[in-house]
């Protein structure tokens, strides 16, 4: 039994949706979720500075001492070197294995999509993932750089016809491909999950990264022993790098439901 709280960070309000999958399947568990959306988006950043916003997001959530790390997003999961990672002194999970995983188990036709952030995309994390797991199932990656943008700037509510548009564009190539499975890379896009399915015209099943890796987490802690005890309701705190009224009125989209305010931080 450990009590201490699960750290999830993200680099703008997508990983609340990672958040609310652990809420679910972890009920007696205190979160901290960290959004540096003071720097948002990743997703189009050089190696080198993402591997300092990452170490800067994990220092944060260790001052806060946390038990267990969820990388709830996929541009660090594909990007950040391992020795990064093993300098952590508490269990850390990404979204890359978990959904990579995932997805090679719902295909059935073998043929499945991915989308993701250009620097997710262009690290090969998904595609080699897939290829090691069974190297005759046929991936078709597209880089999403319009999205992330999108939805943190306007709020699912507000978008409009130019997220279709995107949509229309980034999905064309794996719609025509014929998956059957599509990865959605991004802890932001599930907030979208029914426009996709619209765009992709067919029964596609979708892949939610930020579930998987909450699930992963999960699994981890429960064979850890390091659950938190089932008395009392947990406390959540969440972090913000700009803009904590945003996340006020924002974060219901992601969550679900509204959970309170973001306290203001630098990293």
Excluded: W
């Amino acid at each position: 039994m450990d009590n201490r709280a699960v750290g999830v960070f993200d680099s703008g309000l997508g990983g609340l949706t990672a958040v609310r999958e652990l809420r679910r399947i972890l009920p007696h568990e205190k979160i901290v979720f960290l959004g540096d959306t003071l720097r948002v988006p990743y997703g189009t950043r050089d190696p080198e500075t993402l591997r300092q916003f990452a170490e800067d997001d994990l220092n944060f959530l260790l001052s806060k001492n946390v038990k267990y790390i969820v990388i709830a997003c996929g541009t660090v999961s594909s990007n950040v070197p391992e020795e990064v990672l093993d300098a952590v002194p508490v269990p850390v999970t990404g979204v890359i294995a978990p959904t990579v995983a995932a997805a090679v188990s719902a295909t059935k036709n073998g043929i499945i999509g991915a989308i993701a952030t250009p620097a997710c995309i262009g690290s090969g994390a998904y595609q080699r993932g897939i290829a090691k797991a069974d190297p005759s199932i046929k991936v078709t990656a597209q880089a999403c750089p319009k999205l992330v943008p999108l939805i943190e700037s306007f709020g699912v509510s507000e978008l409009g016809s130019e997220i279709d548009e995107a949509l229309e564009e980034y999905l064309a190539p794996i719609r025509d491909s014929g998956a059957d499975t599509l990865i959605l890379g991004c802890t932001h896009y599930p907030l979208i999950a029914d426009r996709i399915r619209k765009v992709m015209d067919r029964d596609v099943t979708l892949i939610d990264s930020g579930a998987q890796a909450a699930r992963t987490a999960k699994e981890a802690l429960e064979a850890s022993g390091t659950l938190a005890s089932r008395t009392g309701s947990p406390r959540h705190s969440f972090y913000v790098t700009s803009d904590p009224e945003r996340f006020t009125s924002s974060s219901g989209y992601f969550l679900g439901e509204t959970l309170g305010k973001a306290t203001l931080t630098t990293l």
